[in-house]
Nanobody, 122 residues
């Protein structure tokens, strides 16, 4: 099992910003952020191929969220999710995951963190 640790979730007002952080304890090429509300399916939000920096985003967050990465080393992999212009519909548990492809499909991800809660109030 690969430990994946997220942090940065909080409660904010609509229009606010948050930055989520995710760390994995070795080098991983494909990392992504997902979110889930109770009773709903997990939704891919953003993903990055760390070797090239290529990213993909869900249409619902394009232009508002940015996924970025920390320095390349063999000790750890760090990615951030900068979220701006937050909306109440962005509320959910946000999960970081390690995968095998640049994709927003959760089936390509095999290692998941425990999640960090984001709540956006109107």
């Amino acid at each position: 099992q690969v430990p994946v640790v997220e942090s940065g979730g909080d409660s904010v007002q609509a229009g606010g910003s948050l930055r989520l952080s995710c760390t994995v304890s070795d080098y991983r090429s494909f990392m992504g952020w997902f979110r889930q509300e109770p009773g709903k399916e997990r939704e891919g939000v953003a993903a990055i191929f760390r070797n090239t920096g290529v990213t993909v985003y869900a249409e619902t967050v394009k232009g508002r969220f940015t996924i970025s990465q920390g320095p390349h080393d063999n000790v750890r992999s760090t990615v951030w999710l900068q979220m701006t212009a937050l909306k109440p519909e962005d509320t959910g548990m946000y999960y970081c995951a390690v995968g095998t492809s640049l994709s927003l499909d959760s089936r390509y991800y095999s290692h998941w963190g425990q999640g960090t809660q984001v709540t956006v109030s109107s």
